[in-house]
């Protein structure tokens, strides 16, 4: 099974500063077929399920705010806030796609400094 | 409008079953693949299972192997769990997600239903 360790476990950032969470896989998440790779971001407000913002490493769900961003390829990877606003305190998850059994990452808190 | 909703959870004995439902509706069921991912109280998103469409095919994850049965209804547009031989530890909020068509993950999440195994 592929294991996904997010990094770090929570972090406070000031309102309008960039926040930067990391992603690694225990195995690369590349297809070589089709030269995507299988990783998605969602993020978890409290008492509400989880939604989808970031899959094939760095493609928006649509919707989504341009200064969420996903970025890396292999095994490690990276979901940058890039001016955080009120409205972003969450949990944060990676999840890989590649094939089943499908896993997170555990998780990380996302606070206002 | 695109909506998952589950029902189905409550209270349960360890050792107990349950079947939990997933009512889909806004989009075309059969087209798409379906799974099951529960979250124990304050803790991360664990992957249950996935069912494929045409074909139905089903995966779980070792924790619920042989303990817990994905089917699905497309006329109907229904998803379900049987969830057998329940342990404290299947204590969570479990949601029902669409697999997007062309990647499988998860677009469109339901509000989740929480099952309880307690004496």
């Known amino acids: 099974d592929i294991v996904m360790t997010q990094s770090p476990d929570s972090l406070a950032v000031s309102l309008g500063e960039r926040a930067t969470i990391n992603c690694k896989s225990s195995q690369s998440v590349l297809s070589r077929s089709n030269n995507k790779n299988y990783l998605a971001w969602y993020q978890q407000k409290p008492g509400q399920p989880p939604v989808l913002l970031i899959y094939?490493?760095?493609t928006r769900e649509s919707g989504v705010p341009d200064r969420f961003s996903g970025s890396g390829s292999g095994t490690d990877f990276t979901l940058t806030i890039s001016s955080l606003q009120a409205e972003d305190v969450a949990v944060y998850y990676c999840q890989h796609y590649y094939d089943t059994p499908l896993t997170f990452g555990g998780g990380t808190k996302v606070e206002i400094k | 409008e695109v909506q998952l909703v589950e029902s189905g959870g409550g209270l349960v004995q360890p050792g107990g079953s349950l079947r939990l439902s997933c009512a889909a509706s806004?989009?075309?069921?059969?087209?798409?693949?379906m799974d099951w991912v529960r979250q124990a109280p304050g803790k991360g998103l664990e992957w249950v299972g996935r069912t494929r469409n045409k074909g139905y095919t089903t995966k779980y994850a070792a924790s619920v192997k042989g303990r817990f049965t994905i089917s699905r209804d497309d006329s109907n547009n229904l998803l379900y769990l049987q969830v057998n031989s329940l342990k404290t530890e299947d204590t969570a909020v479990y949601y029902c997600a669409r697999g997007e068509g062309s990647s499988g993950v998860f677009d469109i999440w339901g509000q989740g239903t929480m099952v309880t195994v307690a004496s």
């Open positions: 806004g989009f075309t069921f059969s087209d798409h693949y």
């Open positions: 094939w490493a760095s």
